[in-house]
Every structure is written in structure tokens, then in C-alpha cells.
């Protein structure tokens, strides 16, 4: 038993070790300069890419870009509760629901008339729609592998980050310029901006009410990646890139399933939030790890290539989520 664990260890920790370092260099640099985590970890991964070739941290890296994205997935069922939820009523509801399955058609149809793939479409309007970075590796894992997922998924990281950020500063002075009160720039805010943290930054420099809506608007959005994963899951599955069956593989994602188990038992009350919280916090440090492990096993070079139309296509996108919820807030004002 020692043996095999010790097999394990010389396997699998470089490779984890690398990318673990990598992570928490990329929390130093979003906690010192303000700069958004995910992005910083994926890009000092590229830096990496070099490590990709080394047989020693090949196994490790593999293990965090897959194993880790999806236990960092199902522990965001934990940064969630069912009253807050359901606290925002059904207006809001709906208008998230509406937006998030709008916007994924629009990514479909959009990268059709582009003359992009569709999975590229459906990647991309899914981080736009739900919760940015984090939503599109979600929905990556489980899309068919193909020879451009990787770097369609980088791309897409790369797009809702930076497009995230730009958001953070122009929404509030967007939605000043709208009259939006604080109740509906909450709203706007969090509905529209990708990211969690831009959102929360965005949120809480109009006003603190703005910013508590904000949030909960955005876990809503969040709460949408368990159907949208799902329901991918169903359509994609057992497919290769070119849609010929290849053998089915399990109906519903085990990370998923932890996420909806996760999210109950948060919900519940019967843990209490001391025990809890520590566990939840795990989930982005998990993210940024798997991030950086696919940033080194991605080259720049491949990113750079992959042209203009899937620019257009992100921002379309993006353009699209923020002019659908302020004309819902000007026409119900």
C-alpha cells in the first residue's frame, strides 16, 4: 500500500506542485494589483508552456486540469444557499433564466453567420451567460475533445476576463447614464458582468445595496451552470467532434452531481457555515490550479491564430446579454 502511494507521489506531485505554485503566484498578483486571478493564472501558465514537454510533470498536469476543475466545480455548490435564491423572487429569476438561454442561442447562431464552430459558439455564450472562466471550463469538460477545444477554451478564459474587466469600469457609468436607481444597477451589474469578482467590484463601488444585489443576482447565474452542464452533457454525449456515436459515457457528470449535493446540504443548515466556508473557499484555489495547468499545456502561439471572427463572436455576445437586461429595466421603469 506504501509502495503504491509512494508510486502516486512521484507520479503525480510535480506536476501538481507546478501548477499549485503557479496558482498561488497568480493570488499574490490579483491581491497586490487588483488583477483578475483566473487571467493571471492562465497567463504565468502559458508563460510555463516549456514544462508541457517534461515528462515528469505531464501526468501531475493532467491530473489538475481535469480532476481539479471538476472538484473546484462541485464545491461552488457551496458558495450558494436556496433562500438566497429565492429571496431575489421571481422577476429576477426569470429575467436570468431568459438571458442565459438567449444568449447561449445567440452564441449559436452568431458563430454559425461568422463562419465559427458551433461548439465555440455554445463555449462562448455560455461563459458570457453564466459566471465567465469558470463556466467555460465547466461546459469544456464536457463538450467532445476536439483538436482546437483547448485552445477554443483558452481563448474563451482569455475573451470573458479581459471583456469582464473592461465591463467593472464602464457598466456603472452605463447604467448612471440609464438613471438606473441602486436596486436596478444591481440588477444590471449582475446579470451582465461575467466574473464573480468584477461583479462584486463593480457592485459595491456604486453603493453597498447595489453591491449585495449584485451578488446574488450573479449566484442566480451561477446556479444556471448545473442545467446548461447538464443539458450539454445529454446533447454532447458520446460524440466524437464529427458526431459519430462513440459509446456512451455517463448521463450525468459526477461533478455535477456534487455540486446539486453540495448546494442541498448548504442549504439545509445542518452544517454550520464555520465548517463550511473553509471547504468552499477550496473551489477557486481549485480553479486557479486547473487553469494554470491548462495554460501550460496550451502554447500562446496556438491562441494567437485563432482569428478575428471568434473576437466578434465573444463581444457580439457580450453586447448582446448587457442590451437585453437594460431594455428590460428601461421598458419595466
Not at 452564441?107 to 459558439?121: E, H, N, Y
Request: aromatic residues 6%.
Amino acid at each position: 500500500m506504501s509502495g503504491m502511494a509512494s508510486d502516486y507521489w512521484q507520479r503525480y506531485f510535480p506536476g501538481l506542485a507546478v501548477a499549485g505554485t503557479i496558482a498561488l503566484a497568480a493570488t499574490f498578483l490579483s491581491q497586490r494589483y487588483g488583477a483578475p486571478a483566473m487571467l493571471m493564472s492562465l497567463l504565468l501558465g502559458m508563460a510555463f508552456h516549456f514544462l508541457n514537454d517534461a515528462p515528469r510533470v505531464g501526468p501531475g498536469l493532467e491530473l489538475a486540469a481535469v480532476q481539479a476543475l471538476r472538484v473546484g466545480v462541485a464545491l461552488l455548490g457551496l458558495r450558494l444557499t436556496f433562500s438566497e435564491v429565492s429571496s431575489l423572487g421571481w422577476t429576477p429569476v426569470f429575467l436570468v433564466t431568459a438571458a442565459v438561454a438567449t444568449t447561449l442561442l445567440v452564441g449559436a447562431v452568431l458563430s454559425r453567420i461568422l463562419g465559427c464552430d458551433r461548439q465555440l459558439g455554445i463555449l462562448t455564450g455560455g461563459a458570457v451567460a453564466i459566471c465567465g472562466a469558470s463556466a467555460a471550463m465547466a461546459i469544456s469538460s464536457v463538450l467532445p475533445e476536439g483538436p482546437d477545444t483547448k485552445r477554443h477554451t483558452l481563448f474563451t478564459i482569455i475573451g470573458v476576463t479581459s471583456l469582464s474587466t473592461v465591463a467593472m469600469v464602464l457598466y456603472p457609468v452605463i447604467g448612471d447614464a440609464l438613471r438606473f436607481d441602486d436596486a436596478e444597477m444591481g440588477l444590471f451589474i449582475g446579470a451582465t458582468i461575467h466574473d464573480v469578482a468584477q461583479v462584486v467590484g463593480a457592485g459595491y463601488s456604486v453603493s453597498p445595496a447595489a453591491g449585495d444585489l449584485a451578488t446574488f443576482i450573479k449566484l442566480l447565474r451561477v446556479a444556471m451552470l448545473v442545467p446548461v452542464v447538464l443539458l450539454l452533457g445529454l446533447l454532447y454525449r458520446g460524440r466524437h467532434p464529427s458526431g459519430q456515436k462513440k459509446g456512451k459515457g455517463p448521463a450525468v457528470p459526477l461533478f455535477l452531481i456534487g455540486f446539486v449535493a453540495l448546494f442541498l446540504l448548504n442549504s439545509s443548515g445542518l452544517v454550520p457555515q464555520t465548517a463550511v466556508q473553509p471547504i468552499a473557499d477550496l473551489a477557486p484555489l481549485l480553479l486557479l490550479v486547473a487553469i494554470a495547468a491548462l495554460g501550460i499545456r496550451t502554447s500562446m502561439q496556438d491562441v494567437m491564430t485563432i482569428g478575428l471572427k471568434p473576437v466578434l463572436l465573444i463581444v457580439g455576445e457580450t453586447v448582446f446579454i448587457a442590451g437585453l437586461v437594460a431594455g428590460f429595466l428601461l421598458l419595466g421603469s
